[in-house]
């Protein structure tokens, strides 16, 4: 009996001490996939493969990513390729119009860690080590199937040790380093041609406590380009996160830069967003790929076919701006939590509640000992 009073009083105490205003960033994701709009932005979405390939847009995405793969390899498209089924260098599966492109969910998956205010350029890596990535994205459009020209694509990523640039996170990667505000790796912004394509270089992501490997997009519609090389006003039309093969990340992570982050692997099954995109969605929100050479260490070029719902506009919280003198934090948000009266108010009675049934339960220990 006492046994049970200790165990109980252990979980009483742990109700206590949670932190009541803490972001679910998984709950939020699924109640905003559970939307009628998302639904019907999918089935609108669905249709659209047989259209893309009756408009030679799937051929031309084919030969688009074959000649990225001449220009970085220049070996014929029958060389090795890694152990996955997304993986081959055959001109069909260079296409994308086999499984139904990704849908990216409205506002849900932003996350703490964008930066407004990025620079326009394909090549983000500022020198960071790591395994090379080619992103080929193209977007398009759920009501009309058509490819989308002029959408200025954002994407940021972690490094290969799970740390992002440009933010100042207090208790997760940075503590209180100012000068990580002021770093761009890994982040930027390309705007779409006339097939709805735009490529970014950048380093394959590593990995951080409790999220599986991903990329972050975003979709500028509108926007304009200031004399500094970014984009201003227009609206966000859809942000999303992209994922990888298992497979492929395993490879990854053995290599030595990767193998440096002593910090333990969240695979996808174990990831909540990607199985709720996976689950509920009907698409699959991982990215095709194969390798540019025969290493692993010659680089990846990844692909995908992206649909966007251009009349949605949504509000992008960012974590910080960079501007023309730097980087500058946003302590809003996805920052550090500061509850308000009503959170102070029901922690303090959620305490004096599990007070006075720890008190209670005391007393009936002691009497039945």
Same mark, same amino acid.
């Given at each position: 009996?006492?046994?049970?009073?200790?165990?109980?009083?252990?979980?009483?105490?742990?109700?206590?001490?949670?932190?009541?205003?803490?972001?679910?960033?998984?709950? &939020?994701?699924?109640?905003?996939?559970?939307?009628?709009?998302?639904?019907?932005?999918?089935?609108?979405?669905?249709?659209?493969?047989?259209?893309?390939?009756?408009? #030679?847009?799937?051929?031309?995405?084919?030969?688009?990513?074959?000649?990225?793969?001449?220009?970085?390899?220049?070996?014929?498209?029958?060389?090795? /390729?890694?152990?996955?089924?997304?993986?081959?260098?055959?001109?069909?599966?260079?296409?994308?119009? =086999?499984?139904? +492109?990704?849908?990216?969910?409205?506002?849900?998956?932003?996350?703490?860690?964008?930066?407004? %205010? =990025?620079?326009?350029?394909?090549?983000?890596?500022?020198?960071?080590? /790591?395994?090379?990535?080619?992103?080929? /994205?193209?977007?398009?459009?759920?009501?009309?199937?058509?490819?989308?020209?002029?959408? !200025?694509? =954002?994407?940021?990523?972690?490094?290969?040790? #799970?740390? &992002? $640039?440009?933010?100042?996170?207090?208790? @997760?990667?940075?503590?209180?380093?100012?000068?990580?505000?002021?770093?761009?790796?890994?982040? #930027?912004?390309?705007?779409?041609?006339?097939?709805?394509? *735009?490529?970014?270089?950048?380093?394959?992501? %590593?990995? &951080?406590?409790?999220? *599986?490997?991903?990329? @972050?997009?975003?979709?500028?519609?509108?926007?304009?380009?200031?004399?500094?090389?970014?984009?201003?006003?227009?609206?966000?039309?859809?942000?999303?996160?992209?994922? !990888?093969?298992?497979?492929?990340?395993?490879?990854? =992570? $053995?290599? +030595?830069?990767?193998?440096?982050?002593?910090?333990?692997?969240? +695979?996808?099954?174990?990831?909540?967003?990607?199985?709720?995109?996976?689950?509920?969605?009907? &698409?699959?929100?991982?990215?095709?790929?194969?390798?540019?050479?025969?290493?692993?260490?010659?680089?990846?070029?990844?692909?995908?076919?992206?649909?966007?719902?251009?009349?949605?506009?949504?509000?992008?919280?960012? *974590?910080?701006?960079?501007?023309?003198?730097?980087?500058?934090? @946003? !302590?809003?948000?996805?920052?550090?939590?500061? +509850? /308000?009266?009503?959170?102070?108010?029901?922690?303090?009675?959620?305490?004096?509640?599990?007070?006075?049934?720890?008190?209670?339960?005391?007393?009936?220990?002691?009497?039945?000992?």
């Amino acid at each position: 009996m006492l046994s049970l009073c200790l165990l109980l009083l252990l979980h009483l105490s742990g109700f206590g001490t949670a932190h009541p205003g803490s972001h679910d960033e998984t709950a &939020y994701f699924r109640s905003l996939v559970s939307s009628r709009s998302v639904h019907e932005a999918r089935q609108k979405l669905a249709r659209c493969s047989d259209h893309i390939k009756r408009k #030679g847009l799937d051929a031309r995405a084919a030969t688009r990513r074959a000649a990225i793969l001449d220009s970085y390899r220049g070996i014929s498209h029958s060389g090795a /390729g890694p152990k996955s089924s997304r993986s081959s260098t055959s001109q069909a599966v260079l296409s994308s119009s =086999e499984n139904p +492109p990704c849908l990216l969910t409205p506002e849900a998956t932003i996350g703490p860690f964008w930066v407004d %205010g =990025e620079l326009i350029r394909s090549n983000v890596t500022d020198g960071e080590p /790591g395994i090379p990535l080619i992103l080929d /994205g193209e977007f398009i459009d759920i009501h009309t199937c058509e490819p989308v020209e002029d959408v !200025f694509w =954002e994407i940021w990523n972690c490094n290969a040790t #799970g740390t &992002y $640039s440009g933010v100042q996170d207090f208790g @997760h990667h940075h503590g209180d380093d100012d000068s990580n505000l002021d770093k761009t790796y890994l982040r #930027g912004v390309q705007r779409t041609d006339k097939d709805g394509a *735009a490529q970014f270089t950048t380093v394959f992501p %590593g990995h &951080y406590p409790g999220r *599986a490997t991903h990329i @972050h997009v975003l979709a500028h519609v509108g926007a304009t380009i200031l004399p500094n090389n970014t984009v201003t006003g227009g609206h966000v039309a859809h942000i999303g996160q992209l994922f !990888f093969d298992q497979d492929l990340i395993a490879a990854v =992570e $053995s290599t +030595p830069h990767y193998k440096a982050n002593n910090v333990r692997i969240t +695979p996808n099954i174990n990831d909540g967003i990607f199985n709720d995109v996976n689950s509920a969605s009907g &698409y699959d929100p991982i990215l095709s790929y194969t390798r540019l050479g025969h290493s692993l260490d010659d680089g990846i070029l990844a692909w995908t076919t992206m649909g966007i719902d251009l009349s949605a506009s949504y509000e992008a919280e960012s *974590a910080a701006s960079l501007t023309d003198h730097g980087g500058v934090a @946003h !302590f809003h948000g996805w920052s550090a939590h500061v +509850p /308000g009266a009503r959170e102070i108010i029901v922690l303090v009675v959620g305490l004096g509640l599990v007070f006075w049934l720890a008190r209670s339960f005391r007393q009936f220990c002691a009497r039945s000992a």
